[in-house]
T-cell receptor, first 114, second 114 residues
């Protein structure tokens, strides 16, 4: 069975602080895919990144960066110099050999105060 | 602009009403999904259509009836719902057949059952 754990239920920071959202996963699949989605108050899940199990390169996109470590089964997400617009619920998700099925973590509510 | 659209944005219905939720995607995808999301929880998969055929039904009660008229449209027909069915209903689309394929979500319909 697959499992995704986001241990931080809520995080509160002040604007311009850096913040890291943790994601730990469990799977028996040798090939799998990891995702991060952002859900602002409007409700839509916005796709941020996909990483496959064979690619452990870290990625940076603007103020966002992702650290994938297979050895610790973690796929952490860092926002540098956070802004109020980053306030949202962030979901880490995993897909494996069961086509069409995403296993979501419980989500982390991020609040960035001005 | 999102390429997955959903109507209506909000819906209030009584337990004896019949209503439908609509989803349209403009991404050329051949897989479409319905999810249900309760407050402060991750999305839960309900149905998956692949090439206009129902491929996954996650044991959803028969008061929810999906329909895929063509490759870009997905409906969810609602009948005799219960108050506990109140939730955010999300539609998503992807290319079918591969676990790596990213699911892209619409803005959702917020449903309240009285």
């Amino acid at each position: 069975a697959q499992k995704v754990t986001q241990a931080q239920t809520e995080i509160s920071v002040v604007e311009k602080e850096d913040v890291t959202l943790d994601c730990v996963y469990e799977t028996r699949d040798t090939t799998y895919y990891l995702f991060w989605y952002k859900q602002p108050p409007s409700g839509e899940l916005v796709f941020l990144i996909r990483r496959n199990s064979f690619d452990e390169q870290n990625e940076i996109s603007g103020r966002y960066s992702w650290n994938f470590q297979k050895s610790t089964s973690s796929f952490n997400f860092t926002i540098t110099a956070s802004q109020v617009v980053d306030s949202a619920v962030y979901f880490c998700a995993l897909s494996g050999t069961s086509y069409g099925k995403l296993t979501f973590g419980q989500g982390t509510i991020l609040t960035v105060h001005p | 602009d999102t390429e997955v659209t959903q109507t209506p944005k909000h819906l209030v219905m009584g337990m004896t009403n019949k209503k439908s939720l609509k989803c349209e995607q403009h991404m050329g995808h051949r897989a479409m999904y319905w999810y249900k999301q309760k407050a402060k929880k991750p999305p839960e998969l309900m149905f998956v259509y692949s090439y206009e055929k129902l491929s996954i039904n996650e044991s959803v009660p028969s008061r929810f009836s999906p329909e895929c008229p063509n490759s870009s449209l997905l409906n969810l027909h609602l009948h005799a719902l219960q108050p506990e069915d109140s939730a955010l209903y999300l539609c998503a689309s992807s290319q079918p057949g591969l676990a790596e394929e990213t699911q892209y979500f619409g803005p959702g319909t917020r449903l309240l059952v009285l």
